[in-house]
């Protein structure tokens, strides 16, 4: 004979209920059933909430009218879809359990409490309305079935509302239990009866144990525990994308996993199977077809080294330490039996090897009472200073990671929490298992998804993911949010998962928890929007979506968004710009700004901030690592001058040539930043304080374009059309220039620690002369690179090469994939 136990989320309809029917016959034909049953979806949790609202004299009749109607319509929908069900008995049931569960509500809230000995009682109602109904719709199939109360069966001990079951007691009550296989049995699950005769019932989430328990008692050939997953992943599936389904897991495997908060399968579950050698099932009542996870002795030969990742929520950590510690003979064994002593279960525990202190983990609910007990109990030691206070920490959370084979692989340590480093999380305390099958770290609660979710993409996923955040939608960003779109399914098949979750421009601030469908009128979203941006903003909804690897991209101008990096930074975001006000502020800035990315560990990638899409600052930063020091440096930075310039050259007046710099997207949102060399001047200071010299912008020798004579006040386009004004001053230096057989550059350069930026005439035999057009060309001399000089040269300017410099250095931001 099989046990099958199907779970509340088996259980949450009719339909659900009629399928759960199907796999019963279809097992009970081959081998004989016996069937345990949860309570239909969520009703233990209504009954838990009923009993805590009528305690506190809260008005619970809304959740009660709730309760009834989810009951009725379950019946209702069977009566409708099944032929022959019949509901008059079962309404009857219902109904009398509906109102003695009021009786008992009316009196908590007389009482102002609910004893737990009633409310197990009350918390095992859904349980028995579950097989009541399953029993019925057997009956309408003409299959022969009979309903095993617990209460007579499961004997127990312990709480009234989490019990231990005596396994070889309960066994011996079976014996009038007909398991020939004739008749399908039905066994509530999650309750049991105590020596006092009274109904309890073995913890939340206990019709596992239950299905475990009957499995011992008739000898089951096999549990086989239905839910709604296909089986026991390596972690959650329904937090971490990704997770692999496992084909097995021992014993010991299962019981860590469970125990450390993989809610598929409750942890108590696993001593009677594992006892009597039953082999345990996890299995899809959603899809049955899927073959399940098989829990016994086997080993996977699949997975052989780390199995899975789970964490618990809700723990609080105290701290028994103090100077009167070390040498204290049976302290440890006292603070545990005051643990004991309370019921109180312990989920971890560590003790530093100088015995000065034990630390470890229970369940936030026990806390107060821990604590009240523990300074009881130490009153003396805490008076006489013996003990520190005892420390208490709140919010925390246990990750764990499991396998049996983690004992013969080296490294898996290191791998963990290097992976913890990257998703930033603090270890507040660390334990591994002395049979090396799980180590476990207590982190802060609200990091516990992120942290998994990291550990679980290093160990187990080629999949990393790059959460970008993009702030700025002019050309650039535009371009780059197109450019993104057209790649993400590339990338995604190159295991990179590229999501834009934010766009924001001065106004409004776009989010999406999904990933922003970048094909499908995110400006539109955006403008309707009724955000803003803000770091805040932003790191909650990080925070909120536990996203791993955030990168904030900005392609705006602005010093205020540029003056944030240091404070993104330090909440968990790359930062990738092409806007040049951050490297170019004060040096005490600057320097502020490699501060946080050394103690942050957050990259600043600034690549396309002197030759758009040309790798500049990467080469120069790779030629200074390795010894080389800059001499003297002439080039041509800006890619909107290359082209006026050129222009020049074929006879276009100054104010022709902007225009259609301008209109081809060459130039700065506001041309004056080109002509006035503002732009330029930046450019030279990041390079220059990337070679190590410590400048200001003020340093900058800069001649403009615009003469200081020349208004270049007002708007873009009142600028734009007072400019012909400069053309004959222009076109006259251009005709001396060319009288010479020379051309004007507009040329930045650095020599002996000065910055220069200005116009130069020069001849055909000169470097610069051929570069126009749009072109930039940079000749780097240094000790190396002399006399010839290291030369990049290329298209300087324009959306589409910046937006992929941009791109490039996001896909830098990636995670170290380790090993
Ligand atoms: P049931 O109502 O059938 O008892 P539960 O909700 O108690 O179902 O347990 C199933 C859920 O356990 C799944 O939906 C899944 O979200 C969760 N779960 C947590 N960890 C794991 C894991 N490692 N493998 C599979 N499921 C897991
Ligand atoms: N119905 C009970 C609960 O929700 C037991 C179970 O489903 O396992 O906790
Ligand atoms: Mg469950």
Same mark, same amino acid.
Do not use: N, R, S
């Given at each position: 004979m099989k046990v099958l136990k199907f779970g509340g989320s088996s259980l949450a309809d009719a339909e659900r209920y009629l399928r759960v029917k199907d796999i019963t016959m279809a097992c009970h034909t081959e081998s004989g059933a016996a069937i345990v049953l949860s309570a239909p979806k969520g009703v233990t949790n209504a009954l838990s909430l009923l009993c805590d609202e009528a305690a506190s004299g809260k008005d619970y009749g809304e959740l009660f009218a709730k309760l009834n109607m989810v009951l009725f319509g379950i019946l209702d929908d069977l009566q409708t879809n099944l032929p022959n069900f019949k509901s008059a008995n079962l309404a009857e049931f219902i109904q009398n359990t509906l109102n003695e569960l009021n009786q008992h509500l009316e009196g908590f809230a007389l009482l102002r409490c609910a004893p737990e000995q009633v409310v197990a009682k009350i918390l095992s109602i859904g349980e028995y309305v579950s097989v009541n109904i399953f029993s019925e719709i057997l009956n309408a199939v003409g299959q022969e079935n009979s309903i095993i109360d617990p &209460?007579?069966?499961i004997i127990a001990e312990g709480e009234y509302l989490d019990s231990i079951c005596d396994v070889s007691a309960s066994k011996a009550r079976f014996e009038d239990v007909d398991s020939s296989g004739k008749q399908v049995l039905i066994m509530p699950g999650f309750v049991a009866v105590n020596e006092a005769g009274e109904k309890v019932t073995l913890g939340r989430n206990g019709s596992d144990y239950s299905a475990a328990i009957l499995a011992a008692c008739i000898d089951a050939e096999c549990c086989e525990i239905w839910t709604d997953v296909d089986g026991v992943y390596n972690a959650d599936p329904n937090q971490v994308e990704g997770a692999v389904l496992l084909d097995k897991l021992t014993y010991q495997e299962a019981m860590e996993l469970s125990y450390f908060?993989?809610?598929?399968?409750? *942890? $108590?579950?696993i001593g009677p199977i594992a006892q009597h050698h039953i082999p345990c099932l996890i299995r899809n009542t959603l899809n049955p077809a899927a073959p399940g996870t098989l829990i016994s002795n086997e080993a996977s030969t699949k997975w052989t080294s780390v199995k899975g990742i789970s964490h618990l929520d809700d723990m609080t950590m105290f701290n028994v330490a103090g100077p009167g510690m070390k040498g204290m003979v049976g302290m440890a064994s006292r603070v545990f039996e005051v643990m004991s002593n309370a019921n109180i279960s312990i989920s971890l525990i560590t003790q530093s090897s100088s015995e000065y202190s034990i630390s470890f983990c229970i369940h936030s609910k026990d806390a107060g009472r821990a604590q009240d007990l523990l300074e009881d109990s130490f009153a003396l030691e805490l008076s006489n200073h013996l003990l520190d206070p005892i420390e208490v920490r709140h919010d925390l959370a246990i990750v764990t990671l499991v396998g049996d084979g983690m004992r013969h692989s080296k490294g898996l340590a290191a791998k963990f929490f290097s992976s913890l480093s990257q998703a930033r999380v603090n270890n507040v305390a660390i334990a591994q298992g002395s049979s090396e099958r799980s180590i476990s770290t207590v982190i802060e609660a609200n990091k516990a998804k992120k942290a998994v979710k990291i550990v679980h993409q290093n160990f187990f996923s080629s999949l990393h993911s790059i959460d970008a955040f993009l702030v700025g939608c002019g050309t650039v960003g535009k371009e780059f949010l197109g450019q993104v779109a057209r790649q993400q399914a590339a990338l995604l098949e190159r295991n990179i998962k590229l999501n834009v979750y934010g766009i924001a421009n001065s106004k409004k601030l776009l989010l999406d928890q999904n990933g922003i469908d970048l094909n499908n009128g995110w400006d539109q979203a955006l403008q309707q929007s009724d955000k803003t941006l803000s770091v805040e903003t932003l790191k909650d909804f990080v925070h909120a979506n536990s996203l791993v690897n955030p990168v904030l991209i900005d392609c705006t101008s602005s010093t205020v968004i540029a003056e944030q990096y240091p404070d993104m930074m330090e909440n968990g975001f790359h930062v990738v710009t092409p806007n040049k006000k951050a490297n170019t502020a004060s040096t005490e800035f600057y320097q502020l700004l490699r501060d946080t990315v050394q103690t942050t560990n957050r990259q600043f990638l600034y690549e396309t901030t002197v030759g758009a899409g040309l790798p500049v600052i990467e080469n120069l930063q790779k030629l200074f690592y390795a010894g080389d020091e800059l001499t003297k440096f002439e080039g041509i930075l800006s890619g909107s001058l290359s082209f006026v310039f050129g222009k020049l050259d074929e006879g276009l007046s100054l104010s022709e040539a902007t225009n259609i710099a301008k209109q081809n997207g060459f130039t700065e949102p506001d041309p004056r930043d080109d002509l006035s060399g503002m732009d330029v001047a930046r450019k030279l200071l990041i390079m220059a304080r990337e070679a190590g010299l410590t400048l200001e912008l003020d340093d900058i020798q800069i001649e403009s374009v615009l003469p200081g004579s020349f208004d270049a006040s007002g708007s873009i386009d009142e600028f734009m059309a007072k400019l012909p004004e400069l053309d004959s001053l222009v076109a006259q230096r251009i005709e001396a220039a060319k009288q010479e057989g020379k051309v004007l550059r507009y040329v930045g350069s650095i020599n002996q620690g000065k910055c220069v930026v200005n116009i130069q005439a020069v001849n055909? $035999?000169?470097?610069?002369? *051929? &570069? $126009?057009?749009g072109e930039n060309a940079l000749a780097i001399h240094s000790h190396y690179y002399q006399p010839i000089p290291y030369v990049i040269r290329g298209y300087g300017a324009g959306a589409a090469v910046t937006a992929a410099g941009v791109f490039a250095d996001v896909m830098r931001t990636m995670p170290w994939k380790q090993s």
């Open positions: &209460v007579g069966h908060g993989a809610k598929v399968l409750h *942890p $108590k579950t055909d $035999k000169h470097p610069l002369y *051929p &570069v $126009k057009d």
